[in-house]
Antibody
Framework: EVQLVESGGGLVQPGGSLRLSCAAS????????MNWVRQAPGKGLEWVSY????????YYADSVKGRFTISRDNAKNSLYLQMNSLRAEDTAVYYC?????????????WGQGTLVTVSS | AIRMTQSPSSLSASTGDRVTITCRAS??????LAWYQQKPGKAPKLLIY???TLQSGVPSRFSGSGSGTDFTLTISCLQSEDFATYYC????????FGQGTKVEIK
């Protein structure tokens, strides 16, 4: 069974940093492209970042470019999101989400999410 | 960036009703469209991809259609477990979501 479990969320002050993790199991993690998607409270879904299976190709949404860094450790079956210079508008539930095994960019499995709150 | 617009933003329906949700893209996206269901406090769940292909395990009362700029998600006979918010997502150019359609109990 595919499982994605996020951790690392919490309360952080504006300008602060946080590192999210996503532990994957139930599939060959190193073969799949991965993403972070976020959802502000009461709002819709926003794609945040993508990383290829090898980690060689990375994309970011304009809203986080230059502040967030996606990475992965295939040996540990883990995905990460380093978030710096956090703003109030970054407050959201952050989901890790898997791309399917074909070359298409929808999300076939999602984690349960971890809440990040940016507030003083 | 491609904008996705869903309508309606919310609707009220009864169990057994046929429900249709529309998603319009700001430019042509061929059939690069997915639909998700999200229940309160839960992660989204993939229902349909490639505009009309049902994800494994999704009940056949769900169907999708359309190509280019106009797409629909239809629930043929609404069940109690279908009350949720539904999102479309294009993956023709990067990835953007519609704003969501909340299906509520009448």
């Amino acid at each position: 069974e595919v499982q994605l479990v996020e951790s690392g969320g919490g309360l952080v002050q504006p300008g602060g940093s946080l590192r999210l993790s996503c532990a994957a199991s139930g599939f060959t993690f190193s073969s799949y492209e991965m993403n972070w998607v976020r959802q502000a409270p009461g709002k819709g879904l926003e794609w945040v970042s993508y990383i290829s299976s090898s980690g060689s190709t990375i994309y970011y949404a304009d809203s986080v470019k230059g502040r967030f860094t996606i990475s992965r450790d295939n040996a540990k079956n883990s995905l990460y999101l380093q978030m710096n210079s956090l703003r109030a508008e970054d407050t959201a539930v952050y989901y890790c989400a898997r791309d399917p095994p074909t070359v298409v960019n929808y999300f076939d499995y999602w984690g349960q999410g971890t809440l990040v709150t940016v507030s003083s | 960036a491609i904008r996705m617009t869903q309508s309606p933003s919310s609707l009220s329906a009864s169990t057994g009703d046929r429900v249709t949700i529309t998603c319009r893209a700001s430019q042509g996206i061929s059939s690069y469209l997915a639909w998700y269901q999200q229940k309160p406090g839960k992660a989204p769940k993939l229902l349909i991809y490639a505009a009309s292909t049902l994800q494994s395990g999704v009940p056949s009362r769900f169907s999708g259609s359309g190509s280019g700029t106009d797409f629909t998600l239809t629930i043929s006979c609404l069940q109690s477990e279908d009350f949720a918010t539904y999102y479309c997502q294009q993956y023709y150019s990067y990835r953007t979501f519609g704003q969501g359609t909340k299906v509520e109990i009448k």
